[in-house]
């Protein structure tokens, strides 16, 4: 009954560094994505993977690359953190289909701080 | 491609009153709609969804939205918000791929 996991739920960065963000779901879903929450700019897509092993752009891709390691997991990395991607940041997952069913379901966030 | 706006990024109200949140899109192509609620700390929860048929749709929590085709929009409304529907509300949309776009997000604020 898990849904989508992510991990960690806080983190706090030095400008430069780098990380990888994970994300599991087990409901056996195709797609998988990630977003960032910033206040008055809603969530943005960052990246998202239709299927295992393919991972498209989002609206903000820039700074980020993921992985879809396999059906369950989608990471995302930051391989040099800067301060502008202080933000949550969200995982997601849906069913199969053409969109007719679409049906996010959201992990908990990843509260990350870059100084 | 496809784009949703929601024009008030506060909705200050007192309990037991009604409440519209406003959402308009653009798109080319037909859309499905979706409403998203999101409570302090937590991710985003399905409020309901637009795909075809009936242009009213009901939610949980009372909430229902209403797909207008021709003037873009898809409007949340409650006829009566308790102070526990103070939370953040999202619109969001999919048209011919499988992205979804989000709106910037309504905060509901609901006094006593």
């Known amino acids: 009954n898990a849904g989508v996991t992510q991990t960690p739920k806080f983190q706090v960065l030095k400008t430069g560094q780098s990380m990888t963000l994970q994300c599991a779901q087990d409901?056996?879903?195709?797609?998988m994505y990630w977003y960032r929450q910033d206040p008055g700019m809603g969530l943005r897509l960052i990246y998202y993977?239709?299927?295992?092993?393919?991972?498209d752009k989002g609206e903000v891709p820039n700074g980020y690359n993921v992985s879809r390691l396999n059906k369950r997991e989608f990471s995302l990395r930051l391989e040099s953190a800067a301060p502008s991607q202080t933000s949550v940041y969200f995982c997601?997952?849906?069913?199969?289909?053409?969109?007719?069913?679409?049906?996010?379901?959201f992990g908990s966030g990843t509260q990350l701080s870059v100084l | 491609a496809q784009s949703v706006t929601q024009l008030d990024s506060q909705v200050p109200v007192f309990e037991e009153a009604p409440v519209e949140l406003r959402c308009n899109y653009s798109?080319?192509?037909?859309?499905?709609l979706f409403w998203y609620v999101q409570y302090p700390n937590q991710g985003l929860q399905l409020l309901l969804k637009?795909?075809?048929?009936?242009?009213l749709v009901k939610g949980i929590n009372g909430f229902e939205a209403e797909f207008n085709k021709s003037q873009t929009s898809f409007h949340l409304r409650k006829p009566s918000v308790h102070i526990s529907d103070t939370a953040e509300y999202f619109c969001?949309?999919?048209?011919?791929?499988?992205?979804?776009?989000f709106g910037t997000g309504t905060r509901l604020q609901v006094f006593p």
């Open positions: 997601a997952s849906s069913g199969t289909g053409t969109g007719a069913e679409e049906k996010l379901f």
């Open positions: 409901m056996n879903h195709n797609s």
């Open positions: 993977s239709a299927s295992e092993g393919t991972t």
């Open positions: 798109s080319s192509v037909s859309v499905y």
């Open positions: 637009y795909l075809s048929g009936s242009t």
């Open positions: 969001a949309v999919i048209g011919n791929t499988d992205k979804l776009i």
